[in-house]
Each structure stands twice: as structure tokens, then as C-alpha cells.
């Protein structure tokens, strides 16, 4: 399925639809970068923009209790297009969320995140009982979105944690399976495009073997495979990093989560540099003008100023905390306490 997004929209929607389509106006310049200015005007490339995310719900209670600088900061975190994660409920999630998007003319990044032994039991653990829940649980999220337009992103960190031996040797082989099914039964929708993630350039140094497992987990069955979500790795790093894997799968595509590296990650030794880490940034706007031909889009995933975790002052994983969103769009420490502010 490693066919141009372009092609593939042209096929599935009408030429006014564009999301995902990469941008061929730039290719006479392949290395040209993304736009990595947060100010930039919103992408017409056609992504939802929720208008009812905690960051948007921030913004107007800002604003009726006269702290209009601060809404007006956060402002380019709720204008900007996100993925929705759906873990229960899915199909009354998806449903909602592909139906609203519909009705705005706009296409929705969706996150499929409940892989059994999620997160390896650390902050976001959790997910299907088993391998049946998990397979339900799948069927129920592709029942929501039916014939609707939606990206999937599809369970951040569960390939690269086979690959780190996060996952025992004794459930890796369940694991890819349920990838693969899960990336079957969505690709397999007649307006889905689906990304299985892969990790980031400061995971799996062996790319080889990272592209053995994706093979094993359907990559091939997929519009390619997501990087950097939910993590701080520069964009330039991850798009060579991307570019290396895409070659080892015989020209895959990619997309990208800049949501948060406008700073790269946290500079430090050991510890957990990738949850909660002050004086990161915003980082590329979504955009589909990557002027790369193999990567799709600059994505925002991971939703900025939700937690990552009990760690670095913050609440639990994925509640909002607004003075660390506010640290992202200054560049500036989110401040010692959850919930401030």
C-alpha cells in the first residue's frame, strides 16, 4: 500500500479533499523543511480542528475571568488540528468525532491505543484484557468510523517495545499478531488511511530488525508508519531516521509528531527525559507541505499540555495540565506544580 497519498485521495475523495495529501509543489526542493514557526497561518490540508478539546475549553474560561494574554497563548495550541485518543468506548468515540469532522468538511486523526499490556505497566498502563477483548475492541472502533473519513494512528510504542524487549518474549508473537489484525480490519475502510507507529530515532537504534518486526505487525498492509509520537526528538533527526526505515521497507511513508519538539528532547542522563520534561516547545504546525516526498504530514499526536504521566510535577497520564501547556507555546519551564494555574 506504499502508494503516493496523493494518488490514494484522488481515488477515495473528491479533488476538493485534501487531507494528507502532500504538497508535490516543493519537490523540486526535497530537503526544504517544514514550517517550524507555531505562528504559522493553520494548514488547509484539511484536519480537524476539535473545537471542544481542554486546551479550546481553557481558552474561552480564560477569557471570561480577564486573563486574555494567557487564552490568547493558548490559542495556538486549540486552533491547531489533533488526534483524538480512543481507548473505551471506541465506537461510540469514533463514531462522534468522525461524524462531527464530516459535517465540518474535515478529516480527524484518530490514535488507536488499547493493545493488551499497554505502556508495559508503566504510566499510561492499561488497555484490552486479552487478545478477544482486543480484536472486539478493534471491529468496534472500525464500526464507529464506517465509511468516514479519518487517519488512524495505530498504537504508539507497541512495535518498538517488542523490539526493546519491553514486551516478554512469551506475548511478542500475540502482539504482532493483534497489529496486524487491527491494521487489516482498519485499512480495510473505505476512507481510512492507517500509520503503525514505530517509535522514534531515540529508541531502536537497529532498524533492521525494527522493520522486521513492522513487517510482522502489517506495516505492509498499512499507508506506512508514524514516528516521534508522544516523544521530543528533533524533526530532522526523525526524518532521517524515518527516511532510513522507509528504505528498508521497500519506500514506505511516514508521518511525523511535532507536537512537542520545538526544543528536542530534555538533555539529561537516565531518568525520564520523555515524561513531562520542562522547557520544551511547540513544535512544525500540522501540515501536509512537508516537501518530502516519502513523509505524508507534521502531526500533532500527542495533544499539547496533556500529562504524560505522574512525573515532573504532572497529573496523570493524558489530563490536561494548562501551566505546562503554557510552558510549550513560551518555550519556558511548565512550573513545579499539576494543575497550576
Known amino acids: 500500500m506504499y502508494t503516493s497519498l496523493a494518488v490514494l485521495l484522488t481515488g477515495c475523495f473528491s479533488a476538493a479533499d485534501t487531507a494528507l495529501a502532500p504538497d508535490t509543489r516543493r519537490e523540486s526542493s526535497p530537503d526544504a523543511p517544514g514550517d517550524p514557526s507555531p505562528d504559522a497561518p493553520a494548514d488547509p490540508s484539511g484536519l480537524w ?3 471542544d478539546t481542554p486546551a479550546a475549553r481553557q481558552v474561552r474560561d480564560w477569557r471570561s475571568t480577564g486573563r486574555i494574554e494567557d487564552a490568547a497563548s493558548l490559542e495556538r495550541i486549540a486552533g491547531r488540528p489533533m488526534a483524538e485518543w ?18 465540518a468538511g474535515r478529516t480527524p486523526v484518530l490514535v488507536a491505543y488499547h493493545i493488551p499490556h499497554r505502556d508495559c505497566g508503566n504510566h499510561s498502563a492499561g488497555g484490552a484484557e486479552g487478545a478477544a477483548a482486543y480484536r472486539a475492541w478493534v471491529r ?45 480490519v482498519l485499512s480495510a475502510l473505505p476512507a481510512v488511511k492507517v500509520y503503525l507507529d514505530a517509535g522514534h530515532s531515540g529508541w531502536i537504534d537497529d532498524i533492521g530488525r525494527l522493520a522486521a518486526v513492522l513487517r510482522s505487525s502489517g506495516v505492509e498492509q498499512a499507508d506506512g508508519f508514524a514516528l516521534n509520537v508522544s516523544n521530543f526528538q528533533p524533526t530532522e533527526a526523525v526524518e532521517e531516521y524515518g527516511l532510513r526505515l522507509s ?18 528532547p530534555l538533555e539529561e542522563s537516565g531518568g525520564e527525559g520523555w515524561c513531562n520534561p520542562p522547557g520544551r516547545r511547540l513544535g512544525t504546525p500540522p501540515t501536509t507541505r512537508t516537501g518530502k516526498a516519502k513523509l505524508d504530514a507534521y502531526l500533532w499526536i500527542k495533544r499539547p499540555g496533556e500529562s504524560d ?21 513560551r518555550g519556558a519551564p511548565a512550573g513545579p506544580r499539576a494543575g497550576q494555574g
Do not use: K, M
Not at 253 to 262: A, K, L, M, Q, Y
Not at 315 to 329: I, R
Open 86 to 103: 480512543i481507548g473505551d468506548s471506541p465506537r461510540e468515540r469514533a463514531e462522534r468525532i468522525t461524524r462531527n469532522a464530516a459535517e
Open 140 to 184: 468496534e472502533l472500525a464500526s464507529g468510523i464506517g465509511d468516514r473519513r479519518a487517519v488512524v494512528v495505530v498504537e504508539p510504542d507497541a512495535v518498538a517495545q517488542v523490539v526493546d524487549g519491553c514486551i516478554p518474549e512469551g506475548l511478542r508473537a500475540e502482539r504482532t499478531e493483534l497489529l496486524r489484525d487491527a491494521v487489516s
Open 247 to 264: 528504505r528498508e521497507l521497500g519506500g514506505a511513508h511516514f508521518v511525523i509528531d511535532t507536537s512537542r519538539n520545538g526544543n528536542g
Open 309 to 329: 504521566g505522574r512525573c515532573n510535577g504532572g497529573p496523570a497520564a493524558g489530563q490536561w495540565w494548562p501551566q505546562y501547556a503554557l510552558g510549550l507555546v
Open 49 to 51: 480542528v476539535n473545537p
